[in-house]
């Protein structure tokens, strides 16, 4: 007597983060407006119906995917920072050296779920914007603790604010995003990204290591 084969186990947590991890790369790819359900569906080999068992629609997959890209990035900045010095200049360093790292750890240049939906969906969905804005913010906040930190430990030759710098910061580094896909320039990117470094560094009376002159990227 033949013996049935044991049903799998459904495991609708893994499901579902096949589906956000999906949404999150194809977002990456081609933006949020060009990816349907459809794609994101075949991308992570669910059915569509187990889709809308776990999102009532395409916005709703949508801020789990931001909310997802939010989590990971913050991960990776955390793990760098707890891998380096325990001075909090040596934690900004670390930080900056995670943002280079973003255009070399593969081919595809630095891209941004968060401010990919930003761009695309910020002025027409309100969900949208308030999740942009609340992702941006506490990554900014972040930053602002490190500078904090940093201005206490080592009392800085230029006076600064450390809100006014992490603005600036995440601005440069989103806007400097941007200007990277559209002129396929990695190298512009992380150019920019030292630049800043340089600048935070020159508050605490630390030099540049080299003069770097940054070119404008091959029209």
Sequence with gaps: MKTKPAASKRNPAATREKLVMAAVQLILRQGFVATSVDQICREAGVTKGGFFHHFENKEAIGL????GWFDYVTSVYTQSMEGADPDPLEQLHAFFDTLDAFTRDSDRLCACV????????????PGFQSAAAAHFTAWTEGLEKLLVAAKEKHPPVIDFDPERVAWFVNSLWQGSIVVAKSTQSGPMFRANMRMAREWIDSFFG?????????TAPAS
């Design 64 to 67: 789990a995917a931001a909310q």
């Design 114 to 125: 968060v401010g990919m939906l930003s761009q695309e969906m910020a002025l027409v969905h």
């Design 206 to 214: 630390i030099p540049p290591p080299q003069q770097c002159a940054l």
